[in-house]
């Protein structure tokens, strides 16, 4: 018979300051329910599952096609404005397991742009930049107006750069063409909509 491997993997976060989060811990090797799953805050700051304050906790169930079971942690948006550390904590009485840690760590982003003054006949460029980003975790910017929904695209109206990630900091660039430009009023004012998109 296959001898199932007990294991417990992380799954990190990277989320937008100001923002709700989803992180997990993925628990293998598992042949019935866990007995028990709990959450804890940064710092030794104590135990979710029992005083939850706005975190949401589902240990999840046990899917043994996979022998696997998935517990998934949300944290509210006022809770994710710096970088943090949670702990899972399982047990399975299947492997002797009373009390397994993991760190699962949530890594906190920001998302600026500056406002300029513009000429409406020649060509603009915008400039979203992401900072506190892990240097291997390059984000996809969405750009759109504000006038539509439908996410911008490299065409005669427009230019997107996605940018790499250094030192942690990843700027993407809308270039707004001149034909696109000359259809702005003298005057007027325009806003464009960016968000990101983490893998």
Known sequence: ADVLTFGVTPKNAEVLSGTSATISCVVTGLTEQ?????????????DITSDTAGFIFDNGASSFGSNSQ????????????????????????EHAKTADETNVQAKVFTM????????????????????????SEEVTVTWK??????????????????GSVSSGTQNSVLTIKADKMKTYNTGSSFTYKYSALIP
């Not at 406002?115 to 980003?133: D, F, H, R, W, Y």
């Open 34 to 46: 866990l007995q028990s799953v709990k959450w804890e805050r940064p710092n030794g700051g104590g």
């Open 70 to 93: 998935t517990t998934v942690l949300t944290i509210p948006a006022n809770k994710s404005n710096v970088d943090a550390t949670y702990k899972c904590v399982v047990q399975s009485n």
């Open 145 to 162: 107006e504000t006038s539509g929904g439908t996410p911008l695209v490299d065409d005669t109206n427009y230019g997107i750069e996605q």
């Open 112 to 135: 600026t742009s500056t406002p300029k003054s513009v000429a409406n006949q020649v060509e603009q460029t915008l400039t979203c930049t992401i900072s506190g980003l892990d240097d």
